[in-house]
């Protein structure tokens, strides 16, 4: 099984920017590929960006492309996102997932069904 558990949410004025994490647990860490998802309490958990095992691969949804970079360090087996000038509508739980795929050729990691993992989520606010 693999644990995961995100932080570095919070409140920040819109065009701000925060760093999240994602702290995993787990001997395949680096074999697979992970994603941040975001969900407003009404609406469907929507993907936000997927990496590859190794970090040279990524995919972004059109809400976050040019503001939201994903990385990890497997090393540490830590995921990232950073969210620069960010918009109210940004606002959401933001979760953590490790794919059973290691790569992020395929259309499923940028849907839930791609995934088996899941953090708790970390709460992001940016106000107006």
């Known amino acids: 099984q693999v644990q995961l558990v995100e932080s570095g949410g919070g409140l920040v004025q819109a065009g701000g920017s925060l760093r999240l994490s994602c702290a995993a647990s787990g001997r395949t860490f680096s074999n697979n590929a992970m994603a941040w998802f975001r969900q407003v309490p009404g609406n469907e958990r929507a993907f936000v960006a997927a990496?590859?095992?190794?970090?040279?691969?990524?995919k972004y949804a059109d809400s976050g492309k040019g503001r939201f970079t994903i990385s990890r360090d497997n090393a540490k087996n830590t995921l990232y996102l950073q969210m620069n000038s960010l918009k109210p509508e940004d606002t959401a739980v933001y979760y953590c997932?490790?794919?059973?795929?290691?790569?992020?050729?395929?259309?499923?990691?940028?849907?839930?069904?791609?995934?088996?993992?899941w953090g708790q989520g970390t709460q992001v606010t940016v106000s107006s």
């Open positions: 997932a490790a794919s059973r795929y290691t790569s992020v050729a395929t259309s499923a990691t940028m849907t839930l069904n791609g995934y088996d993992y």
């Open positions: 990496i590859n095992w190794s970090g040279e691969r990524t």
